[in-house]
């Protein structure tokens, strides 16, 4: 059983920084591709950030792009998420997540990825 658990969250100012950690367990963590994704309160999950299983690609959300950073240390089994520029539209829960060797689908869809995390909540105030 894959156990992914993030940590980083919390309340932070409008332009201020935070940085996500999700560990993950298991032995096989570098075998997989792995993505954060938010939700917001009424809104649906939605896609912020992937990275493959090297760390040599990387794929963002348009609203994210050029403030977040993804990155992972496989030796750790851990992937990250550094997000700049804070604005109050990204306040909701963070879930790490890693997807699924056998589905194929997109980066961007949460259907693609098979175990998530329990979600770490990011409050930006104004």
């Known amino acids: 059983q894959v156990q992914l658990v993030e940590s980083g969250g919390g309340l932070v100012q409008a332009g201020g920084s935070l940085r996500l950690s999700c560990a993950a367990s298991?032995?096989?963590?570098?075998?997989?591709?792995m993505g954060w994704f938010r939700q917001a309160p009424g809104k649906e999950r939605e896609f912020v950030a992937a990275?493959?299983?090297?760390?040599?690609?990387?794929y963002y959300a348009d609203s994210v792009t050029g403030r977040f950073t993804i990155s992972r240390d496989n030796a750790k089994n851990t992937v990250y998420l550094q997000m700049n520029s804070l604005k109050p539209e990204d306040t909701a829960v963070y879930y790490c997540?890693?997807?699924?060797?056998?589905?194929?689908?997109?980066?961007?869809?949460?259907?693609?990825?098979?175990?998530w995390g329990q979600g770490t909540q990011v409050t930006v105030s104004s």
């Open positions: 997540a890693r997807r699924s060797l056998s589905y194929g689908g997109s980066y961007y869809t949460p259907p693609s990825y098979d175990y």
């Open positions: 298991g032995r096989t963590f570098s075998s997989y591709a």
């Open positions: 990275i493959s299983r090297r760390g040599d690609s990387t």
